[in-house]
């Protein structure tokens, strides 16, 4: 097992990273001088295959677990569910020292750490992410939140979670789309923060993509690190964390545009990564070769890098992008990178580059 420490003063936390790690769910928890009353919120897709794994080890370590599974995807992560949340915690009268695991992808993660933010003002939380994307990514860090119809992501919290347990076995069911879409945000350490790893990825891709156990388990502790590094730096986004939207920007205004129902997370912000990239090139001088790397990893990936947008689309677009929370009054910024491995946040980027770099004759958005 590896253990990645998240150092934020009383808030620190351990990621643990190994396999048999939902059967160690109990003990785990046991270390936390937590209440004995826990509620699991899972998907209706991952409560089936590992809800019962985890009652059973929560229940023989002393706990008290129910189980609450919310509907599955994205379109979950929303008001309706988050009340419905709250009333069965309410029914079940959880306490405010009861705590709370989500265990699923990010849509769990996020929905119940907001649940777990909010209820009775704060009941503490455990991550057991099932996703690789949820894994390095969604479950560190401690942002928490949901949807509204205006857009992703629009209400949330911070709160950092107790601890993270990432159990890599539980990745072996993840169907193949969500496991390439995970190894979007797994690319992005590379170019962001770490040229070294980005090179041992182009070496090590076909491995990973078998999901080689050992591989795996460097992968996500990597990222992990990473990810702890820049939370520590700035845990509220008030600048470096910024680094971490590489590719988001494009990315999640492609996700808007299409309804959230095309592309998912990970190969939407693939097509962003590889347009910004190419506008890194153009404004900050990244070497083309470096470019061509980021866009040739991400097809080796079997990752979407190209899509074609028609004018009213590239229109929409751009006003997708002028929405995003990340705006400041009204100006786009973009986390651009240098070369692989450093990237810069808050540059601007002139409006009509934005279209060229993303689109190509590859597929079209219906
Ligand atoms: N909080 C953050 O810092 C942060 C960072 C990145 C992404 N996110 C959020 O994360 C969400 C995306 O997360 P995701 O990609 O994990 O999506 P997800 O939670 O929807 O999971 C993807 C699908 O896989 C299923 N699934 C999960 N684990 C499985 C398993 N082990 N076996 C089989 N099926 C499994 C789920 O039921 C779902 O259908 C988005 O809402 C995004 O905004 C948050
Ligand atoms: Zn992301």
Not at 45 to 61: M, T
Not at 272 to 278: D, F, N, S, T, Y
Not at 304 to 319: E, F, G, I, M
Not at 323 to 339: P, Y
Request: some cysteine; proline content about 4%; overall charge positive.
């Amino acid at each position: 097992m590896r253990i990645v420490n998240v150092a934020l003063g009383a808030r620190s936390y351990d990621l643990k990273i190994g396999t048999g790690l939902l059967a160690r769910v109990g003990r785990e928890c046991a270390r936390l001088a937590l209440s004995r009353r826990c509620v699991i919120i899972s998907d209706r897709n991952v409560a089936p295959r590992y809800g019962q794994a985890a009652q059973e080890a929560l229940a023989k370590a002393g706990f008290a677990p129910s189980l609450v599974a919310i509907p599955a995807g994205e379109t979950a992560k929303c008001l309706k569910t988050l009340k419905s949340c709250y009333d069965q915690l309410a029914a079940q009268r959880l306490e405010r020292k009861s705590f709370i695991v989500a265990l699923g992808g990010g849509v769990v993660g996020d929905l119940a750490g907001f649940v777990a933010a909010t209820y009775l003002r704060g009941v503490p939380f455990v991550q057991v992410p099932t996703t690789l994307l949820a894994q390095v990514d969604s479950s560190v860090g401690g942002k928490v939140g949901l949807n509204l119809t205006a857009g992703k992501n629009l209400v949330g919290a911070f709160h950092q979670p107790r601890l993270v347990l990432c159990d890599l076995e539980t990745l072996n069911s993840l169907p193949m789309r969500e496991y390439r879409a995970g190894l979007a945000e797994v690319i992005k350490y590379g170019i962001i923060y770490d040229a070294g790893f980005f090179r041992r990825l182009e070496r090590g891709l076909p491995m990973l993509l078998r999901r080689d156990p050992p591989a795996l388990a460097a992968v996500v502790a990597r990222c992990c690190e990473i990810k702890a590094e820049v939370v520590r730096q700035d845990e509220t986004e008030s600048g470096l964390r910024a680094i971490l939207n590489f590719g988001h920007t494009i990315g999640h205004a492609l996700e808007a545009i299409s309804g959230y129902g095309k592309f998912l997370h990970g190969e939407a912000i693939a097509i962003g990564q590889v347009a910004e990239a190419k506008l890194s090139a153009q404004v900050l001088g990244l070497p083309s070769r470096d470019a061509e790397r980021i866009e040739r990893i991400f097809q080796r990936a079997g990752l979407p890098t190209r899509v074609k947008l028609n004018t009213p689309q590239q229109r929409r677009l751009l006003a997708a992008m002028k929405l995003d929370k990340k705006v400041s009054a009204g100006e786009i910024k973009f986390v651009l990178a240098r070369r692989i491995g450093v990237v810069e946040f808050g540059h601007q980027v002139p409006a009509t580059l934005i279209p060229a770099a993303i689109n190509s004759q590859l597929s079209t958005i219906h």
